[in-house]
């Protein structure tokens, strides 16, 4: 028929018509359409089809069938039905399901269940990096200030001169609240004689307290930190020292300089703050335990212990504070050519965790690397379940083609699939959480943070896992679901649905390299930190690091330190010793300015200087190129120099340089030496000029080349001549390489952690390979047994199997080994002295995915290939 | 006149299934009665009073045949039970006896 009635009015009776009445509707509706067409014409038909439809809206069109009503049902009545209604039959079919199949059920819930354990755990530690310092009142109007050195490059220091405190709270408005505070690491807390602790003290203004909001358990907050000689402690302190008894009143002796009264306690500290001393001391008793830190209004000099937090007043912008206060504060202190030199600037509070120039601990791009690193793991174990769940539709085919024939439509098939998704992703969701709960310790202590795990007060892992379980059973069910329902009844039933009609066999194709692609991306990432690190530690570092016993000098009159090396060289096991400032390779060197010989002006690079007595360069056994060593003395004679300093000072012969004079640091001596270069930082940053010179009141350090031999009589020895001579410290010693091991802490940690990621998603791979060979097993084999009894040989079926994984992982590495290149080669720009990436590690990652492959699809194609064909194909 | 109420649009529609006897389907319903009361009518008023009428038990349905018309869709074919002519007879005495006891001078005009 020509003239079709509206379709849009079709449809939409369709649509909202009860399933009883629908028909009847439609077809009154078209009769009616017909008719008036054939009088009045189809346009006006249309048009009262269109008012017909109107005038039907009406609650009886969509309500049910009354009961009363005897009716026959039809097959029409259930085309719809709700899949809330058919929810507790898909439960029922799906709990069948995975029961019959367990293997299958169990490779989705453990694949399924490490990835999510993984994003559990990444996303907690995540989350608790981005919350440091986020708990502060008012947070968005604390800074710190910092100090920019403008030198030949810009350097940055966390710490401000010591009188910057006092000069923002006198000379300027913008600030609301000024606090300074001296962090002191590792002082000696003395309860009793017996009883001594090591503890990271702080001298503070009562401000600083106000500024951070920590509140005090008991004493008051009004005089907490004004009255000298008290100090606050944190209640869990407060309980190491004293247990049960009250701690308010109580006396301690911090080192030998400073006697304490306990004012106040404090609430123990949240995790989630960098701000970590547990002790607090007026400000004002500094000068009392160091005095060279306050000693006068030095502005020449900036250590980065010596910090200063401010508030600013509401409505005042850090920006403008940067631009004209701050700028003010370095030309009211300074002549015009330092106050270019010091420059200060503010640090919001969130910050101070995450900046790497000015010492936050943690680098936010870490952070979202461990946060692709978690994606890509998800992914693989979605990946996973598509693939296996694509591959078990094939054994599913007679069950869906019933299915069909019964009525299911697609949308209940559909659902049925993603029910079944659900209660895998569901169970697999259990078993994260035991696995995150066991792991928690273990990457606690690997980060050497306080990470808790609680799904019911944690509102955003409340938030998190709901999207994350929607996102993974979407991901995962929808594409087998689709697959699934888009079954051809009669081809399901006859069994004649083939790979190629499973749809996509090349998105599985796909998805497998994905996978293979992730893994081997992660263990060329493993291999080049593991091969970095390794090298930086067992390279030469250009001086003797091993069996050399490190220990504090918390006292250096030059009687004290000639009696102790005097009794250490007495000690058998000691070869030499030496005092010094900073050990030979170190973290933080100080730098200064140098003036060569008879040059007028300064040069412009800066030169890292160390003080050490004339046995360092002997017992570091570090080579001397020209000149000498340096000669015995107390104060600054004579200077030795590294061959970077020879270069930077654009001389040509290491000679030309012994002999000159050089002022150093303000200080005049002579150069008498070249040492061959050493690395005295980490291998992260370059060798850059060095001199040494001795200075015995900066000596803070001893160094004891012991013989290891016997070790133990020895360090007794030492501590018992070390403790004779500071009876109020605690004997603490250390080896040179664990302290230069150090250096690589957080690089060592990234490594333990792609390693165990890496670990992880070759596992899920593997599981993933290994569903997928069990099944391409089963689907061949018919075949397998013909082509056996045709002759063919075990290891040519065997290849059957392994060309088709082959060949996915070539491409897989194809596509993994450029990005890995570029990802690592960014990693290892961190150091000046790194690896290359050689084809050794690429080939040696393929090697190690082949064999891991072959493992896991040998067995499985092994079985295969050696079964007797009689069983297969005796059916026929 | 008890439980059975009729409305006036549902003793119309009733008394329409009554005439068409054999053929008293919805579409036919709707146009007898537009013609006979000379105005438009409703598809969806009509339906909806023969599903009242047939949760009263007043009329029984029975699918009846499909034409290329109505797009191959079998129409509803409706009776008048024996509850429905009961009702309509009531309904007609009632009507009857009101008339019969108007007085002749009520109508004043006349």
Known sequence: MKNKPPRWAEWLVERIAAPYLRDEILGDLSELFQRRGNRYGYSKARLFYWLDVLLLMHPRLWRRKPRSVAYAPQFTDYQNPSPLLMLSNYFKIALRKLNRNKAYTLINVVSLGLGIACAILIFTLVKYHLSFDTFHANKDRIFRVFTELHDSKTRYNPGVPNPMG????????????VGRIAFLEKRVVEISPNKKFKEDIAFADPEFLEITNFPLEQGNSKTALQERNTALITDRVAKKYFGAEDPIGKIVHVDDSLVVRITGILRDLPANTDIRPEMYIPFGNLKDHTPWMVEKDWWFSVSDDMQCYVRLKPGVSAASVDNTVLPAVSSKYYDEKMAKFFRFKLQPISDVHFNPNLKGNTEKKNLWAFGLIGL??????????????T???LGRSKEIGVRKVMGSQRGALFWQFMTETALITGMATLVAFGLAYLALPVVNQLFEIDLTLNPFTDIYLITFLPVLLLVVIFISGSYPGLILARFQPVMALKGKLSQRQLGGFSLRKGLVITQFAISQLLIIGTLVIANQ??????ADMGFEKDAVVMLPVPENKKSTINTLSAQFSELPGVESSTFFDTAPAAEEVGSTGIQFDSRTESETFSIAIKAADDRFVPTFEIPMVAGRNLNPSDTIREYIVNESAVKALQLKSNQEVVGKRAVINGRPGTIVGVMKDFHYRSFHVGIEPLCITTRSENYMNCAVKVN??????????????WSAMYPSSIFTYQFLDEEIERFYKLDTMMLRLIQAFAGIAIFIGCLGLYGLISFMAEQKNKEIGVRKVLGASVPSILWLFCKEFARLLLIAFVLAAPLAWWVMNGWLNNFVYRIELGAGIFALAIVITVVISVLTVGYRSMKAALMNPIKSLRSE | MKGTQLGEFEELVLLTIALLFDDAYSVAVVETLSEKLERPMSLGAVHRTMQRLEEKGMVSSRFGDATAERGGRSKRLFTVTLAGEQALREMRRIRNELWAGIPKTAWSGL
């Open chain 1, 166 to 177: 006092d000069a923002l709270r006198n000379g300027f408005t913008a600030f609301e609240k």
């Open chain 1, 376 to 389: 890509f793991l998800i992914i693989t174990t979605c990946v996973n379940f598509v693939n296996l769940s």
């Open chain 1, 391 to 393: 591959a078990q539709a």
């Open chain 1, 533 to 538: 690190l390794r090298y930086s530690q067992q």
């Open chain 1, 708 to 721: 290891l031999r016997n070790l133990p009589a020895t360090l007794a020895g030492l501590e018992k001549s």
